[in-house]
């Protein structure tokens, strides 16, 4: 169980322009999702945090307008990099949560590289 | 969460055992040792946890002090495949919030 889907897996895209990513749990209904980004031989640092049908919870320093993130479906959430810079490039990886006590998976991650 | 001390680097043979350590000299005890690993360009990949007792799984045991001040990741018999950067974390059960620190990667050497 706990199989999480997200793509793309890798994505280039110019200066200026948006990006969509989308995260699926594909068998079981996630209350929470949790978006990391890490930055290349950094570790992974947590962005935002989105319950099912509420609005997202951004950590210090991350710009809400600047990162949308809709978790409208307990299977479904995207974030969406809006008017992309080059130091927006980084690996994003979501992380469902099933209930509050169970569930450490994670996506296969999204590599997104600004131009 | 407590802070969790790995080594940056390690090497091991293919095939011998690996043993990760990692220092959590101020958990606390509500808080639970995690480990994770990431695989380069994947997404992290749990691996166990535990509180105070060892535990062992398909993948790994983990062996906890008595003192709960620090672990050792053991995989029995490394493979190529176990090239990872290993995450120890130490957090309360079911915390949502995952802090990732610089982890200790480890090379497995054919």
């Known amino acids: 169980g706990a199989v999480v889907s997200q793509h793309p897996s890798r994505v280039i895209c110019k200066s200026g322009t948006s990006v969509k990513i989308e995260c699926r749990s594909l068998?079981?209904?996630?209350?929470?999702m949790f978006w990391y980004r890490q930055f290349p031989k950094q570790s992974l640092m947590l962005m935002a945090t989105?319950?099912?049908?509420?609005?997202?919870?951004?950590e210090q320093g991350v710009e809400k307008d600047k990162f949308l993130i809709n978790h409208a479906s307990l299977t479904l959430s995207t974030l969406t990099v809006t008017s992309a810079h080059p130091e927006d490039s980084s690996f994003y990886i979501c992380s469902p949560r099933q209930a509050a006590n169970y569930g450490y998976t994670f996506g296969s991650g999204t590599r997104l590289t600004v131009v | 969460d407590a802070k969790t001390t790995q080594p940056p680097s390690m090497d091991c043979a293919e095939g011998r055992a690996a043993n990760l350590p990692c220092n959590h000299s101020?958990?606390?005890?509500?808080?639970?040792v995690y480990w994770y690993r990431q695989i380069h360009s994947q997404g992290p990949q749990y691996i166990i946890h535990g509180l105070k007792n060892n535990e062992t799984n398909e993948m790994a045991s983990l062996i906890i002090t008595e003192d709960r001040k620090s672990s050792t990741l053991i995989l029995p018999h490394a493979t190529l495949r176990d090239t990872a950067v290993y995450y120890c974390i130490a957090t309360r059960f079911g915390n949502e919030k995952l802090t990732f620190g610089t982890g200790t990667r480890l090379t497995i050497i054919p």
């Open positions: 101020t958990i606390s005890g509500n808080e639970y």
């Open positions: 068998d079981f209904q996630a209350t929470t």
């Open positions: 989105s319950n099912e049908g509420s609005k997202a919870t951004y």
